[in-house]
T-cell receptor, first 112, second 114 residues
Framework: EDQVTQSPEALRLQEGESSSLNCSYT??????LFWYRQDPGKGPEFLFT???AGEEKEKERLKATLTKKESFLHITAPKPEDSATYLC?????????????FGKGTKLSVKP | GAGVSQSPSNKVTEKGKDVELRCDPI?????LYWYRQSLGQGLEFLIY????????KSGLPSDRFSAERTGGSVSTLTIQRTQQEDSAVYLC????????????FGSGTRLTVV
């Protein structure tokens, strides 16, 4: 069964304290892995798509990396405005393109 | 519009009533998705439309749920005979289809069944 597990469930950082969020996945062939950010009361906001092991993508203080079993979202010198829930999702090769399998997310709080 | 628009933003309904949730995707996006997000749970896939192809309904939890997409644009998700376990945020998303950017989500409709 295709599955996505994110850890930790919650993470509290001080402003400027770098860290990483983990997304472990089990899928019968990976078509793509997605990272989203979700603020309270809003829909998920797209961040990155990764397709193959070794691939990296960067945006401001965020960098996403991918291996054959997991993905990391590295946050460098976070600011309070980075506080949000970060969601990881996988799309399986051979499955419906519409069926993204989401993890439960990591809730990040960055204190000034 | 610039983004995916969903209406209503909030809906409170009595158990047993039918509800309709509307989604206006980004103009030109051929793919449209419905997901459900319950408290403490991940997003749950419901249904996917891509162009003129038959929709992928494999995520619909029961035959009380149905969705249609008219003219390749606006979509309506209908829940008949609502139950308390249907209470959740219903999220719509759209994309150009194929590989590339992930789907763009709307802000959702929060459904509460009392």
């Amino acid at each position: 069964e295709d599955q996505v597990t994110q850890s930790p469930e919650a993470l509290r950082l001080q402003e400027g304290e770098s860290s990483s969020l983990n997304c472990s996945y089990t899928v019968s062939g990976l078509r793509g892995l997605f990272w989203y950010r979700q603020d309270p009361g809003k829909g998920p906001e797209f961040l990155f798509t990764l397709y193959s092991a070794g691939e990296e993508k960067e945006k401001e203080r965020l960098k996403a990396t991918l291996t054959k079993k997991e993905s990391f979202l590295h946050i460098t010198a976070p600011k309070p405005e980075d506080s949000a829930t970060y969601l990881c999702a996988v799309q399986a090769r051979g499955g419906s393109q519409g069926n993204l399998i989401f993890g439960k997310g990591t809730k990040l709080s960055v204190k000034p | 519009g610039a983004g995916v628009s969903q209406s209503p933003s909030n809906k409170v309904t009595e158990k047993g009533k039918d509800v309709e949730l509307r989604c206006d995707p980004i103009s030109g996006h051929t793919a449209l998705y419905w997901y459900r997000q319950s408290l403490g749970q991940g997003l749950e896939f419901l249904i996917y439309f891509q162009g003129n192809s038959a929709p992928d309904k494999s995520g619909l939890p029961s035959d009380r749920f149905s969705a249609e997409r008219t003219g390749g644009s606006v979509s309506t998700l209908t829940i008949q005979r609502t139950q308390q376990e249907d209470s959740a945020v219903y999220l719509c998303a759209s994309s150009l289809g194929g590989q590339g950017l992930g789907p763009t989500f709307g802000s959702g409709t929060r459904l509460t069944v009392v």
